[in-house]
């Protein structure tokens, strides 16, 4: 009886988003409570689902009255969890951002909440086509969301992303098609024994099939070359925003190419058809390298890590396309970690631009002195991100490095070590620009007054003024140097919310929110074995 | 008895007692440094009747080593050291020594007698630089002049080690073993290193400057510490590396014996003169131990002579150092041509500074006589490049250091105790001093007359006196050949006086040449170095900006290489990859 719990995960968020509306003809402010309880209802639901799939193994359940293979099928196992916690624990974490940093109004909560729901859908169905629809609301939800803020330049962003997601889409839908043709079934477990007796790893319908669902799915990874909607969308959302979906969007993507790449399609068909894997790769490698070099090259803080995501994104295909049982383990510990580690990026950002009004990398100078908290927590997932040890970050990619090199080793096929070169000189790459970060937080600023060393300005205020025309000055005839040497110290901005017990000038709850998630990164680091146990029945499921 | 006193490592001894030096009063602490030196000496003669072998042997960072090898080698080096190390003590306790300088030499006398002692490599290497080390801590601390060429002492000695560093660690991967018991001497792969790192310690020509150079410097006490224990130690630990000799070592030693010879003949300071002495002498042991490769038993004689000879000079050259001394320290004078006329005032210092002199000149009568005879006999058995008189090179090498050696005595002599009336009227030496120059010199005598004596604590004592081999030093042939040095020595001082005086001011020793080029080519490396790694910081720097520049202005960089386009992806743009995207998969995908 307890499958029913797969239905009711995906049917709260999604009757909760008419709420708003509905409750908005009366009430102001409506959204807000209604996306929290529902989000802590999803919560909730999740920790059962967990618990009954640690119990008992996977979970399925039919829709309505048919019988799957025809109806529609629900399934939970141990990968749809992990994301799944994801989804649940990054929409109730974020709701609390969302409610200082805006966008307000209750049409906003009721895009937020069906975006939840969507994403819900997305990760518990077990149907091709319902994975379409599911698709599709994530879209939709999420071009509304980033233009939720009105602005001429998020609504360009928007547009781009709804043109190109929805062309995307369509090649999934395609590619669903073709599969239907070649199987005469949507269920994916159907499709999987079908695939065999109806058609063959060989088939061009298959392939084609294949072909389109991963460049539809890989448009919404966003993967070099087809990812320009995304760094435009991340860094245009308003921040709230930037954060769920910067968190969840992709990864839920990803989640679905995974799903569809080893549930539908099964490693046989990817061992079958080299030159499936080795595009994948090579795709797989541009997107990192590229990834990786673009966000080296920012200078505005969220469309650097939008960047940064183009390259975690390239390990995770990789991580598929190698299809060896390391590989697809790091792929997905880094799908969850990398979720969690942008989520708590995305929130830092946010939080600065909130109290601070930084958006630039050379705002932040002196940012360890006036927000100490924030600041470390967005430099412990920084270094996270660049993968040192303790974070859940370097679990991820150490196992899809090791899992390269060991098919490289088993096959000799040299795309493998090609794959973990690429992933070490991208390393290089995300400490480069995690280090400018954790440079202005901690040594930028010397000598500005108000900065370090600058307790001689406090005593004289009439100085102030002086040492503003005299930096102007410079900055004047001193060219690009100057505009970022000579930047003041972080300063709050007027009404950024005071704390009694840190300095740091932001929300609170959403400061605690991000902490949490910066030691969270760093505990699941520690549970690596705990991981590896939780994933192992999935991955013995796919590798038997 | 053995066993216990086998198993006290006497430099361990030496440098506690070189700490009771800086801690107790300055009587006492003398008297533990006295008492140290003096089991030193006590422990060596004791050992010497059946108490040889590998002592304290074991493993060391997993390399089997012998801290403490006795055997008939490094025992007449522990007698002599223990021996004078204990007459240059209570010099020094006479000599108004500070504290810190009779503790620097006791911890720089251990060091040489744990070299003495090494019964490997490894630990030899240890001891050798911890020598370089101690011996340059005893010329700093007289500060003033002695810091710039203590300097240069350290320098010369760092670079010596690091030669024998590197020789033993080649003998080491060749040979497999640190230990001396396993194979003769260092392996042959390392000889040159080791023969260029030892020949820095022995003054070899070239790599002597140091000598005359620091020797003068420090504390006059320091002097007769440093004048004997460096340069011998090096001697013996050339013979542990070519205990087979070899005519090259000889035939160095010959030239370095007239080279020594000829330059203290141009000095004016006293302790200078010595000093290139110290090079002559260290020529005649090497010759000696060069010579080994000659057929048995001459080889052994020939070693035997040199080893007698390092034993002797131990004794004379510190006797000379500290007469002369006395002298500096009792007229603050340190250029002879400013003393005269001190044989009246200083009748002790002019008696012992005799002895001395005889000594080394090899007058018979005194113990250098014995050795100097003894290599001298066994380079007369080498007939390369025959001269004169039937006799080969090498011996004449070594006659005209003998010769050299006399007139540069009768000049040092002449200047410091007669030539002219005496301007200076300083006191004799202190009761501590006579004591330790009486210690010295007494030996000195004792073995020029007791030469059995001598011979008894010389290796291969059977062989010397045994039936084949000739060893009669009062024989007339050696009386003639010392007589004829004589009188050449005061003819030649007489007659070339001015000639030489002259010299003395025009002729430059090579350290006019190497410490210049060597000063100017370390700057100019550093220069070098410094430069080329700023060009590659520029460069490096340089494209690093450029490629930021690119990076953050793709947009002007395309324009200034001529190429105006939007280089955004727009929405446009966006759907055209993504729908190539999805053909060149499906092209890839399907036709593969």
């Not at chain 1, 618990?51 to 099928?73: F, K, M, W």
Request: hydrophobic residues 55%; proline residues 4%; contains cysteine.
């Amino acid at each position: 009886m307890s499958d029913v719990l797969l239905p009711v995960a995906i049917t709260v968020p999604l009757v909760a988003a008419t709420l708003p509306l509905a409750l908005g003809l009366k009430y102001e402010s409506a959204g807000w409570p209604v996306a929290a309880v529902a989000t802590t209802a999803l919560a909730g639901l999740t920790g059962a689902i967990g618990l009954e799939v640690a119990r008992g193994g996977a979970l399925s359940h039919a829709l309505g009255t048919y019988e799957p293979p025809v109806g529609i099928e629900l399934v939970a196992d141990e990968l749809s969890v992990a994301v799944l916690a994801l989804v649940a624990v990054v929409s109730l974490a974020t709701l609390a951002f969302a409610r200082v940093a805006g966008p307000r109004g209750n049409s906003f909560y009721s895009g937020y909440l069906l975006l939840v729901g969507g994403l819900t859908g997305l990760v518990l169905t077990g149907d091709l086509f319902n994975m379409f629809v599911f698709l599709e609301i994530v879209g939709i939800s999420t071009y509304a969301l980033i233009a939720a803020d009105r602005s001429g330049a998020s609504a360009y962003a928007s547009l781009k992303y709804l043109v190109v997601g929805t062309v995307g889409a369509s090649l999934y839908l395609l590619g669903v098609g073709y599969a239907f043709l070649a199987t005469g079934t949507l269920n994916m477990l159907d499709m999987q024994v079908q695939i065999v007796e109806q058609a063959s790893y060989a088939d061009p319908l298959i392939r084609a099939s294949y072909a389109l669902i991963v460049a539809g799915l890989g448009l919404k990874v966003a993967v070099f070359p087809i990812h320009a909607w995304q760094p435009d969308a991340y860094q245009r959302a308003p921040d709230a925003v930037t954060t769920i979906v910067a968190a969840l969007v992709s990864t839920a993507s990803a989640y679905a190419l995974m799903r569809v790449s080893y549930t539908v399609f099964t490693v046989d068909f990817l061992a079958a058809n080299d030159a499936i894997t080795t595009g994948m790769l090579i795709v797989a490698g541009a997107s990192i390298l590229a990834g990786s070099a673009l966000a080296a090259m920012q200078s505005d803080l969220k469309r650097m890590f939008a960047y940064s995501s183009v390259a975690q994104f390239g390990m995770i295909v990789a991580a598929i396309a190698l299809a060896n049982e390391t590989a697809l383990l790091g792929g997905i510990v880094h799908l969850v970690g990398h979720g969690l580690l942008k989520f708590g990026l995305f929130l830092g950002i946010g939080l600065l631009a909130l109290g601070y009004g930084a958006r630039e990398l050379d705002d932040l100078a002196s940012a360890a002195r006036s927000a100490p908290y924030t600041a470390g927590a967005v430099a412990l997932l920084g270094l996270g991100l660049v993968g040192i040890p303790p974070s859940i970050g370097f679990l991820g990619k150490w196992y899809i490095g090791v899992g390269a090199v060991e098919s490289s080793m088993a096959g000799g096929d040299p795309a493998g070590i090609g794959i973990a070169a690429v992933i070490f000189v991208s390393t290089l790459f995300t400490l480069s620009y995690v280090a400018r970060v954790i440079e202005r937080f901690y040594f930028a600023g010397v000598g500005l007054p108000g900065g370090h060393g600058a307790e001689h300005d406090e005593s004289g205020h009439g100085d102030v003024g002086g040492h503003d025309d005299a930096d102007r000055g410079v900055a004047a005839d001193g060219g690009r140097e100057s505009a970022t040497g000579d930047d003041g110290p972080l300063t709050p901005v007027e009404g950024a919310p005071r704390s009694r017990l840190v300095p740091d000038r932001v929300p609170p709850a959403s400061l605690a929110i991000l902490i949490l998630a910066a030691f969270t990164t760093i505990a699941l680091g520690f549970g690596g074995y705990a991981l590896f146990e939780w994933f192992d029945p999935y991955l013995t499921e796919v590798f038997a | 008895m053995n066993s216990i006193l086998t198993s006290v490592p006497p430099y361990v001894l030496l440098a506690f007692a070189a700490l009771a030096v800086l801690a107790l009063p300055r009587r006492l602490g003398h008297a533990a440094a006295a008492l140290a030196t003096t089991f030193t000496f006590a422990q060596a003669v004791l050992l010497g009747d059946g108490g040889t072998g590998a002592h304290l042997a074991t493993q060391f960072l997993g390399f089997d080593v012998v801290w403490f090898n006795v055997d008939q080698f490094s025992l007449l080096m522990g007698v002599v050291v223990g021996f004078l190390a204990t007459a240059a003590v209570l010099y020094a306790y006479g000599t108004e020594a500070p504290t810190w300088v009779t503790s620097f030499a006791l911890i720089y006398v251990a060091t040489t007698v744990g070299t003495i002692y090494a019964g490997d490599w490894l630990t030899l290497i240890f001891f050798w630089e911890l020598m370089a080390v101690t011996s340059t801590l005893l010329v700093w601390q007289y500060g003033g002049a002695a810091v710039r060429a203590g300097y240069r002492y350290a320098l010369f000695h760092g670079i010596g080690g690091t030669f024998l560093l590197g020789a033993v660690v080649v003998h080491f991967a060749n040979a497999g073993t640190f230990l001396f018991s396993a194979t003769t001497g260092i392996h042959a792969s390392a000889a040159l290193l080791a023969a260029i790192g030892i020949g820095v310690n022995c003054g070899f020509i070239f790599l002597h400057t140091w000598l005359p150079d620091t020797y003068p410097r420090p504390h006059v006490a320091a002097s007769v510490f440093l004048s004997v224990f460096t340069t011998k130690t090096a001697v013996y630990v050339m013979y542990r590396a070519f205990p087979e000799g070899g005519m090259w070592l000889a035939y160095l030693g010959g030239f370095m014996a007239v080279y020594g010879a000829f330059f203290a003949l141009l000095q004016y300071d006293p302790r200078r003169l010595l000093s290139y002495h110290i090079q002559a002498q260290v020529g005649y042991m090497l010759a000696g131990l060069g010579l080994a490769t000659l057929a048995a038993p001459s080889g052994e004689f020939a070693v035997t002579g040199g080893f007698a000879h390092l034993f002797n000079n131990v004794l004379y050259k510190s006797l000379l150092f500290m007469a002369v001394g006395v002298v500096i320290y009792r007229t603050g004078v340190e250029d002879i041509r400013e003393m005269g006329g001190l044989w009246r005032v200083m009748p002790v210092t002019f008696l012992v500074y005799v002895v001395g002199a005889a000594s080394i000149t090899a007058v018979p009568g005194f113990n250098g006589f014995i050795s100097k005879g003894m290599v001298i006999d066994s380079a007369h058995e080498v007939h390369n490049y025959v001269l004169l008189l039937d006799s080969g090179l090498l011996w004449w090498l070594l006659i005209l250091g003998g010769v050299g050696t006399f007139m540069s005595f009768i000049k040092l002599g002449y200047y410091m105790f007669f030539h002219g009336s005496a301007t200076l009227t300083p006191k004799d030496a202190t009761p501590f001093q006579t004591a330790g120059m009486v210690l010295a010199g007494g030996a000195c005598v004792f073995f020029g007359v007791f030469y059995y004596q001598l011979i008894e604590l010389m290796p291969f004592t059977e062989i010397i006196l045994g039936e084949d081999v000739y060893f009669k030093p009062y024989s007339t042939s050696h009386l003639t050949e010392s007589a004829a040095l004589l009188v050449t020595g005061f003819v030649g001082f007489f007659t070339l006086k001015r000639p030489l005086g002259w010299l003395a001011h025009r002729m430059p020793d090579v350290d006019a040449v190497t410490y210049p080029a060597v000063f100017y080519l370390a700057r100019g490396s550093i220069w070098g170095v410094t430069e080329l790694w700023a060009a590659v910081d520029r460069a490096v720097m340089g494209t690093i900006a450029t490629a930021e520049w690119t990076g953050m202005h793709p947009r002007e960089a395309l324009a200034r290489a001529g190429v105006d386009v939007e280089i955004r992806t727009g929405i446009g743009r966006s759907v055209l990859f993504l729908t190539l995207t999805a053909g060149v998969a499906l092209f890839v995908f399907v036709l593969s």
